[in-house]
């Protein structure tokens, strides 16, 4: 089965639908339309992990125009919507775009440990301090390290 990045990709695509995507109005509605479609639609194959639990897109986003003026700026090829709080629907107050590396430190099962007053991923504490980021992930769930140990302890 093909995904929706196959159909976006320069393999799949025709030159018109290469000059469609390279339109940033274009690539925006088609976010804007992804969006309500897993949130919205039941038959999306993404609607468990977003409308099944209770992901809304605020009433003003319904309307394309308002989700353009509110997330026009910032916005660029490469970029994805984000939200801030994954328990939280979609609204300007709960949005940003970000990179695929910051998309995949802000989901549910990703772990966030707070050390001295910071907040971060194990992958940023790796880069961080040097460390591996496997090593790292041992210390924490083979392990059982407390945090302390496994952010300081030299091996």
Known sequence: ????????????QKPYMKKYYENPENRLKSVWRTMLYRCENPKSDMFYAYGGR????????????????DMLEGYKKGLSID?????????????????PVEQAQNTRRTRKITYC??????????????????????????????IKDCLT???
């Open 1 to 12: 089965m093909a995904t929706q990045e196959y159909y976006k990709s320069e393999q799949y």
């Open 54 to 69: 209770g992901i809304r897109v605020c009433d003003d986003w319904h309307d394309f125009d308002k989700f353009k003026a």
């Open 83 to 99: 939200r801030i709080d994954n328990n939280t629907g979609y609204c300007k107050t709960n949005c940003k775009w970000s990179t």
């Open 117 to 146: 007053g910071k907040t971060a991923t194990i992958p940023q504490w790796a880069r961080e301090l040097g460390i591996n980021r496997s090593t790292l992930s041992m210390r924490f769930y083979t392990y059982k390290w407390s």
């Open 153 to 155: 302890k030299n091996i």
